[in-house]
């Protein structure tokens, strides 16, 4: 059973940074694509980022320039450096991985955006 674990989240002023974490069991995170998403309340979980096991990269459109997401498979562990966070950044993030068609997540870290 996939095992995830977010880690990081917290209450940041606008145009502050937080670096979020993602830990998994075993090796799952350093040998499949992983994924960042996040659901504000009320609206749908909806994808961020993700990253590939040869390392490259996608983003959402809104985070682009601001997010970053990492991986370091020694540490079995993929983060997500956000820097210039703005209020419509607020919400639980979850990372995601799928392995042979099965779709697993964590339980979330709260982000909060606010002054």
């Known amino acids: 059973q996939v095992q995830l674990v977010e880690s990081g989240g917290g209450l940041v002023q606008p145009g502050g940074s937080l670096r979020l974490s993602c830990a998994g069991s075993?090796?799952?995170?350093?040998?499949?694509?992983v994924a960042w998403y996040r659901q504000a309340p009320g609206k749908q979980r909806e994808f961020v980022a993700t990253?590939?096991?040869?390392?490259?990269?996608n983003y959402r459109y809104s985070v682009k320039g601001r997010f970053t997401i990492s991986r370091n498979n020694a540490k079995n562990t993929v983060y997500q450096q956000m820097n210039s966070l703005k209020p419509e950044d607020t919400a639980v993030y979850y990372c995601?991985?799928?392995?042979?068609?099965?779709?697993?997540w964590g339980q979330g870290t709260q982000v909060t955006v606010s002054s």
């Open positions: 075993e090796s799952i995170l350093s040998l499949n694509t």
């Open positions: 995601n991985v799928v392995v042979r068609g099965i779709s697993s």
């Open positions: 990253i590939t096991t040869g390392g490259n990269t």
